[in-house]
């Protein structure tokens, strides 16, 4: 069953090659003041945030053009990188989303306004203290693990194609533009009415009878082919676990009512799967620990010289932006010092397991990490709902910003970018993303509203039924969602015990797959699964052509519905279309 995901031999940047250029920065703070406006509405609207990495690769191809024509890959990535963080940072909008709704339901007594300097004030300490706690993790993810990160796989894909030379270098481009021109036509064709009503007519009856289906996503398509048949297919796994077995099972033990919404039951499955996904995180990290050691001894010893970011500046770095945002939430929100303290210190985990969910499924677990922050200050402070939405503010930040930068770390990697360079782009762009947040939010809130029949935002629903619950205290949890979560979290660690075992590893589900199947829409992942299994076909069929095309058509499936999911909101807000 196992096909290892695809890999491209890292480049080696030449000496001369300057990165952070005056015209680099500006184009990438110019990038990232642009993706941090527009990224909230394709968030809010479409329930997820795609791609952004690929789409600031292009968005720094046009930019540099308007400083020079000589720039390179390196100076783009540099633009990449920050457009990156502004979208890691901007996706948090439907946290603010849920803020407001909370607020509306006046049972709830929650009444938390934030002003547009408090957001963006909260949100920037928060993301670059997610920064400086992912910088040591590097080594450990991108070069020993060799994690796919697919997004971060089709960056490079990109970066090289916009900068690319020479005979085969044009074939993979030309491979890469039309699957970029395929999957655009398809995104944008199923806006249209009469597409979207014929892809559902033809999957009707397969939908009908599993409760799930296809996604018409060359998106996904792309992203199975970079992952691999084996945590595609325990994605799979997850997928009927969650979809398929586990409402027969609830409706007939009566733990949710016949018929329930398909939000009570990931109200439930969420448990195990987190469960899977948190405790399997913890033991693949635990089982390298000496590599870990030796990560932060490398650091330790950087000086200023070489490619990483040194440890001594981790340290300084991390301790003030805490400092910073224990004050913040005490001064803004009320927030006890201990709170703050405490919620930092258990976001650490979770940002841990978050970047290694997003490296091997392309799917960051950002909502998933708050719902079990929620769950933890929902047993130290129970009933207290304020205490909750700060600590999930924190983790969220904190996850989002540090799979950003890991992300780009292996964008980096593949084209051989300066990691240290990496972090202080993305260092100087969150703050720029989260300006834009600050004020593209309110303006998208007061123009079409959050809610039902409005700007719906879905993980927004979620978080806020999960608030409500907690707010109730553990009782009001059916027992057997924490009797859920203890075998997930013992499957967790089981199998990421045995998957070390190489003659073992491609006969036992990945516990981050199964995890992240049951959790992420079950169109997308049978989607996915789909292209990791053409992925296969191509590779026993003829090994040659996909060792030199399935990357850059894979990118290129990505790349061209990120671009165009986030051109059509930007052309609806302008007038000059509705969907």
Known sequence: MENAPPTIEPSVKPAHVRELTPRSVIAALLVAAVIGASYPYVVLKLGFGPNISVVSAFFGFLALGLFSRSYNRWENNIVQTAGTAAGQIAFLCWLLA????????????FQVHLTTWQTFLWFSTAGILGVFLAVPLRKHFIEDEKLAFPDGLAAAETLVLLDSKGGQAKLSAYSMLGALAASAAVMWATTRAWVDELFHVTFNRFSGVTGVGFSLSLLNIGSGMIIGLRICASMLFGLVLSWIVAPVL???????????????VLLWVMWPATGL?????????????????????????????TGDFPLRWVITGSLVSAAALVAIQYSILGTPVWQ????????????LVAMRVLGETNWGPISTMTNVMQAMFGAISPGDMRATVVSSGITGSVAAESEGLMQDYKTGHVIGSTPRMLTWMQ???????????????????????????????PISVRWVGFAKIL???????????????????????????????KEL???????????????????????????????WIWRKSDATSAQKYSIPVASGFIAGEALIAVLIPVLVVLGWMSI
């Open 98 to 109: 849920a803020f407001d709704m909370l607020a509306a339901d006046k049972s709830t007594g």
């Open 277 to 305: 996904l948190v405790a399997g995180g913890l033991t693949a990290l635990a089982l390298k620990w000496k590599t870990l050691v030796a990560t932060f001894r490398s650091l330790a010893g950087a000086s200023v010289q």
């Open 340 to 351: 703050s303290l405490l919620a930092i210190v258990l976001s650490i985990p979770l940002m």
């Open 250 to 264: 609830l409706a007939d033990t009566g733990v949710i009512a016949e018929g329930s919404k398909k939000v009570d």
């Open 505 to 535: 590893r491609n006969f036992v589900p990945s516990p981050t797959g199964v995890g992240i199947g049951m959790l992420v829409p079950a169109s997308a992942v049978a989607t996915m699964f789909l292209g990791a299994c053409l992925d």
């Open 471 to 501: 707010s109730q205290g553990f009782s009001s949890i059916h027992p057997s969602a924490l009797w859920g979560l203890a075998i997930g979290a013992a499957l967790g660690i089981v199998l990421t015990v045995v998957e070390q075992k």
């Open 427 to 457: 260092l100087f762009a969150v703050p720029v993303g989260c300006l834009a947040l600050a004020f593209a939010y309110p303006l998208l809130r007061d123009t079409y509203g959050v809610g039902e029949g409005k700007l719906s935002s």
